[in-house]
C-alpha cells in the first residue's frame, strides 16, 4: 500500500481544513486507516483511525469534537476534517495503514505516507 497525503495549508484559528490519503493497490480495504501528527519538537502523535469498513472510529482527547475521520474504499481515500482549528493544531500530519485494524501506535502501522503540513495562525 502506498500513500499519498494532501490537503494541508495555512489557516487561520477557528477555521477549517480537510485533509485527503489518496492510497494505491488492490487492497486498501484491508486495512485500518489513521492520523498521526508531529508539531515542531515534539515526538508524533496519534490523531484518529477508522477501521476497515469505516464503523468504528477513535479519537485522541485533543481533537475530540472537532476533527472527523471518513474513508470512501471506492477511492481508496481517508479524510480527516478539522474544524475549529487551533495554533496547537499545527504540526505535519501523516497518514498510515494498520492491517490489523484500529491501532492508537505507531508501532501497529505498516505504511505511512509522506506528511502534509498544516499551519494555524493565531
Do not use: H
Request: include cysteine; proline fraction near 2%; hydrophobic fraction near 35%.
Amino acid at each position: 500500500v502506498q500513500l499519498q497525503a494532501s490537503g494541508g495549508g495555512l489557516v487561520q484559528a477557528g477555521g477549517s481544513l480537510r485533509l485527503s490519503c489518496a492510497g494505491s493497490g488492490p487492497t486498501f480495504s484491508n486495512y485500518g486507516m489513521g492520523w498521526f501528527r508531529q508539531a515542531p519538537g515534539k515526538e508524533r502523535e496519534f490523531v484518529a483511525v477508522i477501521s476497515r469498513s469505516g464503523i468504528t472510529t477513535q479519537y485522541a482527547d485533543s481533537v475530540k469534537g472537532r476533527f472527523t475521520i471518513s474513508r470512501d474504499n471506492a477511492k481508496k481515500t481517508v479524510y480527516l476534517q478539522m474544524n475549529s482549528l487551533k495554533p496547537e493544531d499545527t504540526a505535519v500530519y501523516y497518514c498510515a495503514a494498520d492491517f490489523r485494524g484500529v491501532g492508537v501506535q505507531e508501532s501497529e502501522y505498516e505504511y505511512w505516507g509522506q506528511g502534509t503540513l498544516v499551519t494555524v495562525s493565531s
